[in-house]
């Protein structure tokens, strides 16, 4: 996917994520519970909950909130979960890879393989797409943080693999294995990013218009709304007439 469209997906997401804070601070709140029973409490010495708090203000979801979602993780009585990666093909022939938190592997299945059916696609085999993307970390700043060349430099010198820049922000593409390091040289310098996580980057882009792009906008918001459904990523690159209607 180009660093335009990709940068316009975050954006549908965001205004997406806008209208629906409760079931958006319960995702997140989920993240940050399995981040904590994982490790320790405290995201200087935990990674996974650094990342997930991370993503946590950048929507800003109440330090209360927070707190609690870490207690949580560390008591006794926290839910197991199991993450989960389905993987399928939607209409317009796109490949979505869907990660989930399930405590019931059984029921998630069953339903993201119905939803996959429900709006064209089809739910796949383990492996079947993710060859088309590549598993990369990902740092998000605003686009006043720098011009293009001067993100590129830094790119390099905290050893980001690239940094894509458009109109909207600067994208820092690390490998998974140097996330955190490139994560906290960039907040270093730059402050709290806008986002930093791992993501499915797609290797090329799909182009999905008409009535092919509007049932694959259903299926990716049904497939969002799941509660059980952390992200979805897709090689898809929908027009700026389709994104208005995600974002709407």
């Known amino acids: 996917m180009a660093g335009h469209s990709q940068f316009k997906n975050i954006m549908f997401r965001k205004g997406k994520q806008d209208k629906e804070r409760s079931k958006l601070f319960s995702k997140l709140a989920r993240e940050i519970t399995v981040a904590s029973k994982s490790g320790l409490p405290d995201p200087n010495h935990n990674p996974r909950l650094r990342t997930a708090i991370i993503a946590a203000k950048a929507q800003s979801m109440p330090k209360d909130n927070i707190e609690r979602a870490i207690r949580k993780g560390q008591g006794g009585d926290a839910e ?30 069953a339903d993201v393989r119905s939803t996959f059916a429900k709006y064209g696609g089809e739910m796949g085999a383990s492996n079947s797409v993710a060859f088309l993307f590549e598993h990369v970390g990902q ?23 690239e940094c894509v820049s458009t109109e909207d ?22 402050g709290q990013p806008t986002s930093a996580s791992f993501v499915w980057r797609p290797q090329s882009a799909v182009a999905v ?26 090689n898809y690159e929908l027009s700026d007439a389709a994104l208005a209607k995600l974002a709407g």
């Not at 686009?143 to 693999?161: H, P």
């Not at 922000?169 to 040289?185: Q, S, W």
């Not at 694959?216 to 799941?226: G, N």
């Open 209 to 234: 218009r008409d009535e092919a792009a509007d049932q694959l906008i259903k299926l990716v918001e049904a497939l969002d709304d799941h509660d059980d459904v952390q992200n979805v990523f897709g």
């Open 80 to 109: 197991n979960y199991d993450e989960v990666r389905y993987e399928g093909r939607g209409p317009g022939g796109v490949a979505l890879i869907v990660e989930a938190l399930t405590d019931n592997r059984n029921r998630t299945s």
């Open 139 to 161: 740092v998000v700043y605003p686009r006043n943080k720098g011009s293009e060349d001067q993100m590129l430099e830094l790119a390099i010198d905290v050893g980001a693999n």
């Open 169 to 190: 922000g600067h994208e820092f593409l690390t490998a998974l294995d140097d996330f955190i390091a490139v994560r906290d040289a960039l907040e270093a310098k730059l």
